[in-house]
């Protein structure tokens, strides 16, 4: 019949270390750890990468195959009633199958009675369990406080600059409009000024060029009253006839 030690100590193989009860879907990682799988599923959304949470090997994937030895053997284990809480709560030595009840501070492990006299733990630091707990869970708490202090500073902090981001952009909004509409402005009067001034030249052309026109019209009339002489003339020398010439000449002075 199996001794005590060694139902406890099958028992610890076949507790999760992570939510220590038995194994449900067990799954085996890479570096040869057992956890449940949705245990290590839930470990690596919450640390956002994939590492074993018992020695802390990192992974290129999340990839892992299940045990089924273990599933097995904590379905056994279910069925017999064994209780692993129990079992965690007193967790007993490997080596001299005594209850844990100190705590070695220079090597961070729980340790029996007799191997806190041993020699590989001479001149460590001891203390018993639940100081050890209530020890770590005070610096837990502080670092935990000092972390939810620095947490609302850095909330603080990022709500002012938020604030600060918003005011800037509507104030560059602001600038941005006025002068739109500042250039709107003065495109509108340079229009109007300029549309007045060609409309001033324009009258000033008008002015200038209507006497000038007038007095190229009468010009233009002498020039074909003369050009109408000339003609005239021409053809009056032209004649042939000395009496016809003569007649003409006579009726033109009379003129």
Known sequence: MASKGQVESLIEEIICPICLDFFTDPVILECGHNFCRSCITRCWEREERNSCPECRAEFADRTFKVSWALANLSEKARKLNLNPIDNERKLHCKE??????????????????????????????????????????????????????????????????KEKISGVREQSQSVQSHITSYFAELHRIFLEREQRVLRDIREEEERILNPMEKNLQVIQENLNSIQ????????????KDSVIFLKEEARRKWR
């Open 228 to 239: 109408q002489e000339i003609l005239s003339l021409q053809e009056w020398i032209n004649q």
């Open 96 to 161: 001299h199958e005594e209850e844990l009840k100190l705590f070695c501070e220079t090597d961070k492990t729980l340790i029996c009675l007799i191997c806190a006299t041993a020699r590989e733990h001479k001149s460590h630091n001891f203390m018993p369990v639940k100081e050890a707990v209530e020890v770590y869970k005070g610096q837990v708490k502080s670092s935990l406080d000092s972390l939810t202090k620095r947490k609302s500073d850095f909330e603080e902090m990022e709500h002012q600059q």
